[in-house]
């Protein structure tokens, strides 16, 4: 689930960095999973990414919906196409297996991670296993209800 993403309460008021991140966004791309758990759970009925084109990668055989692509080729050979074919940032939203198959073949220029303050029993690993290590520079930080964004990029 994901009933943990919240603050801490303790600057309910705080507008926090999402606002200023997603008026950068040009392309969403994200996993069945992530997809999935939007439209089930999070806000059905309500596609909360309008405007953006969203590419969803997967292995099922779905039909495009308005603003919403299914792909079924080489996750790689996608975000190549987006990168010399979009402007602005390409949001990997949510998926360890997306973001880890990305870092793997080092097509991350920048990562933004939320640091949300709660400490889970059990869960889904932030990165699967890597072969080789991904040098990141710390370039900004920002702190909102008790949740911390660290963005770095690749060195």
Known sequence: ??????????QPDALGSYSAFYAAVD???????????????????NWPYQGHPCYVVTHRQEADREGIHFWNGELTA???????????VIWICGGASVAGQL??????DRLWLSM?????????RLFPE????FPLKLVGTEQYNGIVDLIYEKR
Do not use: A, F
């Open 130 to 133: 890597m072969e080789q290590e």
């Open 116 to 124: 949300i303050p709660t400490v889970l029993g059990k869960g889904v």
């Open 27 to 45: 392309t969403i791309v994200m996993g069945w999973t992530t997809y999935h758990q939007i439209v089930t759970e999070l806000v059905p009925g």
């Open 78 to 88: 996608l975000v190549d196409k987006l990168k010399e074919k979009r402007e602005g």
């Open 1 to 10: 689930g994901v009933n943990w993403l919240d603050g801490d309460g303790s």
């Open 103 to 108: 870092l793997k073949e080092e097509r991350v």
